[in-house]
């Protein structure tokens, strides 16, 4: 089992950034590829950004390459998401989630482990 704690959203003016973690416990992380995911009210949840086990190969929605990052510290256990340039649109709970592929699938069932999420709301 994977246990997966996001922190760091929060109330932010557009334009502004936000760096989200994700704390893993239970199991090292380092052969799970890692994503971020996002659900904003009335919509249904999507894919932000994934990462391969080994930080090798990262992969973006359209919607967000250019402005967020994602990254990890298998020696920590922890994955983050920085987000810069926020706009409005990327008001939603944020979600990080661990998949035992290889590479990080886009799809929501490509991933076995959840956690709660952490609230990220941009002011226009």
């Known amino acids: 089992q994977v246990q997966l704690v996001e922190s760091g959203g929060g109330l932010v003016q557009a334009g502004g950034s936000l760096r989200l973690s994700c704390a893993a416990s239970g199991r090292a992380i380092n052969s799970y590829a890692m994503g971020w995911f996002r659900q904003a009210p009335g919509k249904e949840r999507e894919f932000v950004a994934t990462?391969?086990?080994?930080?090798?190969?990262?992969s973006y929605a359209g919607s967000v390459k250019g402005r967020f990052a994602i990254s990890r510290d298998n020696a920590a256990n922890t994955v983050y998401l920085q987000m810069n340039s926020l706009k409005p649109e990327d008001t939603a709970v944020y979600y990080c989630?661990?998949?035992?592929?290889?590479?990080?699938?886009?799809?929501?069932?490509?991933?076995?482990?959840w956690g709660q999420g952490t609230q990220v709301t941009v002011s226009s």
């Open positions: 990462i391969a086990g080994t930080g090798a190969v990262k």
């Open positions: 989630a661990a998949s035992s592929s290889t590479w990080g699938p886009r799809l929501l069932k490509g991933y076995e482990y």
